[in-house]
């Protein structure tokens, strides 16, 4: 049975883009990553590895689902990957919520405003 959503329309490629940002940085663990990644500038994979204490395997999976979201960039150097934010990842994600809620949470001279709705 399906059900028709006249409120619900095909995400256009922006907004799918910015869902797989958000989807990828709902983890907690990939969201301490690039925590940890917006600290350091730059590290390779053993650097993280030893910082979750998680497997290296499982350390490369979180990854790579944030390099394909667009949220960082590696550099292989050697037998290594050095990973940093990428920027232009960020400028994006922060267009693009500043597009999706515009007129959200904007400080206001007048203090009934400025809470929620």
């Given at each position: 049975m399906t059900k028709d959503l006249p409120l619900i329309h095909d995400l256009d490629r922006n907004e799918?883009?910015?869902?797989?940002?958000?989807?990828?940085?709902?983890?907690?663990?990939?969201?301490r990553m690039m925590q940890y990644l917006a600290e350091n500038r730059m590290c390779i994979t053993g650097d993280i590895v030893a910082f979750t204490t998680l497997a290296q395997s499982t350390v490369s999976q979180h990854l790579k689902v944030l390099r394909e979201a667009g949220l960082i960039e590696g550099e292989i150097e050697g037998p290594a990957t050095c990973y940093c934010i990428s920027a232009e990842g960020m400028q994006f994600l922060k267009r693009q919520i500043d597009k999706w809620l515009p007129d959200c949470c904007n400080p206001s001279s007048n203090p009934e405003q400025s809470g929620c709705c």
């Open positions: 799918v883009r910015l869902a797989g940002m958000l989807k990828a940085l709902g983890n907690p663990i990939r969201f």
